[in-house]
């Protein structure tokens, strides 16, 4: 199998909360260069020593990068876009930019070539019990009546091929009705919502802090012959932006949020601002580790859990709110 070497670029203060984040989307191998650890050293009056050792005077004017290695398939362009997506909300929260520069920025491979590399591994894929996802590039030609979800991701996660996307879509056959209004919080290439339109749902709402995955949903509507007025999208952050919660408005049926356990956790309050009484919300991209407390910030906020499912070390629940008063 082959790898690409991913550098982050941020600052002594922004390794902790990169580190949390990547492994929050379940990175959990790292190296980290920090000049501050050069520094550290000099500054040491107890050690002993006669050279400093190539590897270590090379920290001395490096700009601070954690890396990280994904594998050159699928699997990863999809942790690679969940990672980017990751960085953008942390770049949207550092107000006074502590964290640097937080940009991605791969070896081995053009960033253009692996953009493109993981189409020869994107194949029809059949999910749950109605859906099959399929490039715009590959044929499906089997006569088993499943609908069809065509997605380019480009740089946006989800293709389908992520468990907490599949746990979402299997989830979603069994919480959506007919004619519901959905909301897709972190909608990254849009696949949730979109898959909600075409197993029946009236409109969606899609909305992620990255500008670029919104651009990226709406092109994947309208290559599924989604009409515009039929699908919504904003770029912003939720939880901070009061005008943006405004825009996107209440009376939703339904919401499915594919995030993160921090930002689900954050966002849990807000998430029955969006619902109609008794609406459902389908909440994914949670490792096991991590599944207790997001329940618990769930529960706390009006909300009862009707199933929870598993698989390959993540999480996905779907919960219905409590009537308010």
């Not at 290695?69 to 770049?91: F, H, I, P, R």
């Not at 019990?129 to 989800?158: C, H, M, Q």
């Not at 802090?209 to 290559?223: E, P, T």
């Not at 598993?310 to 409590?322: H, Q």
Request: glycine share 8%; proline share 2%; charged share 25%.
């Amino acid at each position: 199998m082959n790898w690409t070497e991913v550098n982050i670029y941020t600052t002594t203060e922004g390794i902790d909360p990169v580190c949390g984040r990547l492994l929050n989307v379940g990175v959990t191998g790292f190296q980290i260069r920090d000049a501050k650890d050069f520094e550290d050293f000099l500054n040491d009056k107890t050690g002993n020593w006669d050279y400093i050792d190539d590897d270590l005077m090379n920290l001395k004017d490096c700009e601070t990068c954690v890396t990280f290695y994904l594998a050159d398939n699928s699997q990863g362009a999809d942790m690679l876009a969940m990672v980017k997506t990751e960085m953008a909300e942390l770049a949207a929260m550092d107000s006074e930019k502590k964290f640097g520069r937080l940009v991605c920025e791969l070896s081995n491979v053009r960033e253009e070539d692996w953009a493109n590399n993981w189409k020869q591994y994107f194949k029809p894929l059949t999910v749950g019990e109605k859906l099959v996802i399929k490039p715009s590039w590959e044929n499906y030609d089997a006569d088993d009546e499943r609908t069809i979800l065509e997605i380019d991701p480009g740089s946006s996660f989800g293709t389908g091929r992520h468990n907490t996307t599949q746990l979402c879509l299997e989830l979603l056959e069994t919480n959506l009705s007919e004619n519901d209004r959905v909301l897709d919080m972190g909608c990254g290439s849009g696949i949730l919502s979109i898959a909600a339109l075409l197993l029946g749902a009236d409109s969606a709402c899609a909305v992620d802090i990255d500008l670029n995955s919104v651009n990226i949903a709406g092109q994947n509507a309208r290559k599924n012959h989604i009409p515009d007025d039929r699908y919504i999208t904003y770029a912003g952050n939720i939880i901070s932006d009061e005008e943006l919660r405004k825009k996107i408005g209440g009376g939703y049926q339904l919401i499915t949020a594919n995030i993160v356990a921090d930002v689900l956790i954050a966002m849990a309050p807000i998430f029955g601002d969006f619902l109609v009484p008794h609406g459902k919300i389908i909440i994914s991209g949670i490792i096991i580790e991590r599944c207790d407390e997001v329940m618990a910030a769930m529960e706390k906020n009006g909300f009862i859990r009707t199933e929870l499912r598993e698989s390959g070390g993540w999480a996905a629940a779907a919960f219905e709110r409590v009537t308010a008063g």
